[in-house]
Each structure stands twice: as C-alpha cells, then as structure tokens.
C-alpha cells in the first residue's frame, strides 16, 4: 500500500474457509517495499499451513477446495 505511513491508513481482512468453518485475520497492511520473507517471518499476516488448509478442505484430504475472500478499506 506504498510507503509505511501511506500503509498504516488502511486495514484489510482476509477470511478463509471450507467444510463449513473459517478464519478470519484482520490487520494493517504492510509497505510494498517489505519482501514477503519478511512479512511471513515476522508473522504479520495470514498464514494456512497445508494440513489445516487439507481439515478446512474437509473430504478425503487430498484436495485443496478453500474460499478465500478479501476486503480492504482506508481509515478516515
């Protein structure tokens, strides 16, 4: 979302779901010019591990069927 302080005026909301549950995480995005490493290892974001996502896929485990929905607003 740019810069730091252009970043820090907004909030997202990311809600995961599948087999009848979900999880929502809800934050302030991170700059643009922050690497990916850095937001995964700094645990700043939304992260599905593989066996969660396959308990959220519900079925027999082997397939992926996840809803992932996204919204993002400016404070005031």
């Known amino acids: 979302m740019g810069d730091d302080v252009e970043a820090k005026s907004y909030n997202y909301s990311l809600e995961v779901g599948g087999n009848g549950r ?32 396959l308990f959220f896929s519900g079925g027999d485990r082997k397939e992926l ?10 404070d005031k």
């Open 22 to 53: 979900k999880m929502i995480w809800q934050g302030v995005p991170r700059s643009i010019r922050d690497s990916h490493n850095k937001v995964r290892d700094s645990f700043d974001g939304l992260i599905i591990h593989r066996s969660m996502a």
């Open 65 to 74: 069927k996840l809803r992932v929905t996204g919204r993002i607003w400016k």
